[in-house]
């Protein structure tokens, strides 16, 4: 879930995220910018053309603990057996 904070920029005033928690444990997911630790779950549904589109998107915010103890675990017991790929560049 983001959480939004209200910032002041010269001539302006803007929303920006301030930090964003996961839906699941309502924990805030910290970032940082040498450590990855990101879970991307969402679903898009609608239509796309060349001059343009719409559609909707529904995202889930989620900690890598509950990725790792909850989501992984749920989908194990549905029979789903996810693989792990190592990367590194």
Known sequence: ???LKTKEI???VKTVTDFITCDL???KIEESNYRVDEVLI???VGT???????????KIDMCG??????????L???GFDPKLKE???
Do not use: V
């Open 25 to 27: 444990c309502n924990e």
């Open 42 to 44: 969402e679903h898009t």
């Open 48 to 58: 796309r053309y060349l001059e343009g589109g719409s559609g909707e998107e529904m």
């Open 1 to 3: 879930m983001k959480h």
């Open 65 to 74: 603990k509950c990725f790792d103890t909850k989501f992984i675990s749920w």
């Open 10 to 12: 010269p001539a302006t």
């Open 87 to 89: 990367w590194s560049f």
């Open 76 to 78: 194990n017991s549905q």
